[in-house]
Each structure stands twice: as C-alpha cells, then as structure tokens.
C-alpha cells in the first residue's frame, strides 16, 4: 500500500495529512496511557498505531476497489507505462495532444466508447485488466495488514503478561508466508494487469506490448525476518513452560 500522485502539491498535502493523522493516534494512545497509569506506555502506542494501521488499510482496500472497478479510468504504470508512452505513435486509439485535447469524438451514438490514451491515463478500460490490477493491489495491502496484526497480537498479549502465548508465534508464521507470497505476487499481478490494459490498445499490426517480469526480493527478506520472530516467541514459549514446570517440581519438594 502506498500513496502516488502526479501533482507535487497535492502529493505533500497527502503526506502532510497522513503524518496529522499519525500524530493524533500517537498523541491519543499516550494520554489514554497516562491516564490510566499505564506501566506499558510502549506498548500501548504500538499497539494502538497497529490497530489503527488496519483500519487504514480496510479503508484502502474499499476505496482502491471503487477507484479501479467502479469507473473505466485506469492510469498505466510501470514499464507498460514507459513503453505506450514511447510507442504513442503506433496507436490506433484515440489519443489526446500535449494539451490534454481529443479531436476525435469519444462518445459515439451509438456502442460503446472506445478505449483512449492520454498523458498516461486509459479511459474506457475492460473490466478484466481493471479487476487484475485490484488484485494485485489487494494482495500488496492484505501482505502489509498481515504484519500489522502480528505487532497487534504481540502487544496485546504482552499487555496482558503473556507475551509468548502460542497465538504470537503462529500470528508471526502467518504473517511470514503472506509477506512472502502476497509482497511478491502483488507486483506480478499488477504488471500482468497494466500489460492486459495497454494491450487492450489498438495498435498496428505489428506492434505487441511486451511484458516485464518484475519480481522485488524485499518480501522474502521480510519474511525470514517475520519467520525468525515466530521461531523466537515459539522458543520463549518453551522455555516458559519448562520454567514453570521446574517451579512446580520445587514447589513439590518444599
């Protein structure tokens, strides 16, 4: 999940607002803290910027749905992106000037308007690719959600002194494989959608948009780290319960 946008200004208002929004939740969960004479005012804040975090990302995952499936408008990215704007004059579709201006009629009497380009931007885009890309997007925000509620379960089960309760480490387990497989195969998914939606072009007959396969390594990085973690509390559950298994033996021989 991340936030784009082509305008500078607006790009910094975006940001400007996301950090006000961080900085009420942090300013809320310390002085919910102190209030209540909290001991764990660390965990209190990280576990509250958790929660908050997958709320957030239940609000993108709607509003990233309504904006690729609920209008036709889809703006190219990445390397199918960089080739239709070198290969512009090899398109059969309509195509906007360097002022943003169609000289061609974009809605037709009769059936449906044709797909367009312009400055990046496809109006008029099949559902299939729109859909293709939310999956993507879905699976990168669903990878993220993952390790936030891992730090939640962490939290609040150390909130509660029980820091290596079973549920932590398989939390982390859980959140491993999704970073691993979600991190990775959302960037593969939303290339293959943005290929399919420049490829739904008309072009001349010779032309094909290629695809590029594009996979990051930070999610398997991610991962080991996540699966040490989950190795670490299933240790410490270990060690607690042969702890508390010695106390009893002591207790016995009192």
């Not at 950090?19 to 939740?25: C, D, H, R, S």
């Not at 942090?26 to 209190?44: E, K, M, N, P, Y």
């Not at 512009?88 to 360097?98: F, G, I, M, N, R």
């Not at 993220?144 to 150390?158: M, Q």
Request: with cysteine; proline share 5%; hydrophobic share 50%.
């Amino acid at each position: 999940m991340q936030l784009t946008s082509t305008d500078l200004l607006q790009g910094l208002g975006w940001l400007a607002l996301w950090l006000a929004i961080t900085g009420v939740i942090l300013a809320f969960s310390i002085w919910r803290a102190r209030r209540r004479g909290s001991t764990t005012l660390a965990l209190d804040v990280t576990r509250n910027a958790s929660l908050a975090y997958l709320g957030v990302a239940a609000f993108g995952i709607v509003m990233s749905g309504l904006q690729r499936l609920g209008s036709g408008s889809l703006a190219l990215e990445g390397a199918a992106g960089q080739w239709v704007a070198e290969q512009q004059d090899a398109l059969h579709s309509p195509t906007c000037d360097a002022t943003g201006t169609f000289h061609v009629e974009l809605s037709p009497a009769q059936g449906p308007a044709p797909i367009s380009y312009c400055q990046n931007w496809l109006e008029n885009v099949p559902v299939g690719p729109r859909l293709t890309v939310y999956l993507g997007t879905l699976m990168g925000i669903l990878a993220s959600a993952a390790i936030a509620w891992a730090i939640y379960t962490a939290t609040r089960r150390a909130g509660v002194r029980d820091p290596f309760h079973p549920s932590v480490s398989r939390t982390f387990g859980f959140a491993s494989i999704a970073v691993m497989v979600g991190g990775a195969m959302s960037t593969l998914v939303t290339s293959i959608g943005m290929t399919l939606a420049a490829r739904s072009l008309q072009w001349e007959p010779e032309m094909t948009v290629p695809f590029e396969l594009s996979i990051p390594l930070w999610p398997f990085a991610v991962a080991v780290g996540l699966f040490a973690l989950s190795a670490i509390f299933r240790y410490g559950r270990q060690l607690q319960l042969e702890k508390e298994r010695l106390q009893r033996e002591t207790d016995g021989l009192v």
